[in-house]
T-cell receptor
Framework: SAVISQKPSRDICQRGTSLTIQCQVDSQVTMMFWYRQQPGQSLTLIATANQGSEATYESGFVIDKFPISRPNLTFSTLTVSNMSPEDSSIYLC??????????FGPGTRLTVL | RKEVEQDPGPFNVPEGATVAFNCTYSNSASQSFFWYRQDCRKEPKLLMSVYSSGNEDGRFTAQLNRASQYISLLIRDSKLSDSATYLCVVNMGGYQKVTFGTGTKLQVIP
């Protein structure tokens, strides 16, 4: 299974600012996924990051709010823009193996004041 | 109806007990099914895949019922270390893209 790291592990930010989360994988992968997990809830897919093309966003998530970069096959970033307290959440990146087995990074715990 | 539905629990069971969780899914074209485990303040980790014929891994047994569109997870001889949230995960046809259930919380008590 892939080894995935995320930076930062946690942050406390002021509303109106932006935070970029980095995800690094120890092997080349075609697709990387970004999820959000709000307190007490399950994971919601934000977008799929494809190398060499625009990210594919799920319903309710837009590129202006969550711009994603995927410069190569081992790295991706997610930016949470113009943050509000409602963006306080854990953000996780993952990679897939096979048709659905996913391996997750340790997550970034974001608190917006 | 939610795409993947689970009883959130919590299920509080004594050590040594057998406990079972069910998960229903709405899309009959769903192809792959998984159980993940998530410990408090940690990322989800794959527990086991669920095959049409069912599969067993030690104390854990997973089964799929396509006709009724549900999967189940049975844990025998519960240990304190089994305390976690168990997430039902379904691949509904999109390549490598999955949908997570809300999770079932299990607390094994001494």
């Amino acid at each position: 299974s892939a080894v995935i790291s995320q930076k930062p592990s946690r942050d406390i930010c002021q509303r109106g600012t932006s935070l970029t989360i980095q995800c690094q994988v120890d092997s080349q992968v075609t697709m990387m996924f970004w999820y959000r997990q709000q307190p007490g809830q399950s994971l919601t897919l934000i977008a799929t990051a494809n190398q060499g093309s625009e990210a594919t966003y799920e319903s309710g998530f837009v590129i202006d709010k969550f711009p994603i970069s995927r410069p190569n096959l081992t790295f991706s970033t997610l930016t949470v823009s113009n943050m509000s307290p409602e963006d306080s959440s854990i953000y996780l990146c993952s990679v897939a193996q096979g048709v659905g087995e996913q391996f997750f990074g340790p997550g970034t715990r974001l608190t917006v004041l | 109806r939610k795409e993947v539905e689970q009883d959130p629990g919590p299920f509080n069971v004594p050590e040594g007990a057998t406990v079972a969780f069910n998960c229903t899914y709405s899309n009959s074209a769903s192809q792959s099914f998984f159980w993940y485990r998530q410990d408090c303040r940690k990322e989800p980790k794959l527990l086991m895949s669920v095959y049409s014929s069912g599969n067993e891994d030690g104390r854990f047994t997973a089964q799929l019922n396509r006709a009724s569109q549900y999967i189940s997870l049975l844990i025998r001889d519960s240990k304190l270390s089994d305390s976690a949230t168990y997430l039902c995960v379904v691949n509904m046809g999109g390549y490598q893209k999955v949908t997570f259930g809300t999770g079932t919380k299990l607390q094994v008590i001494p």
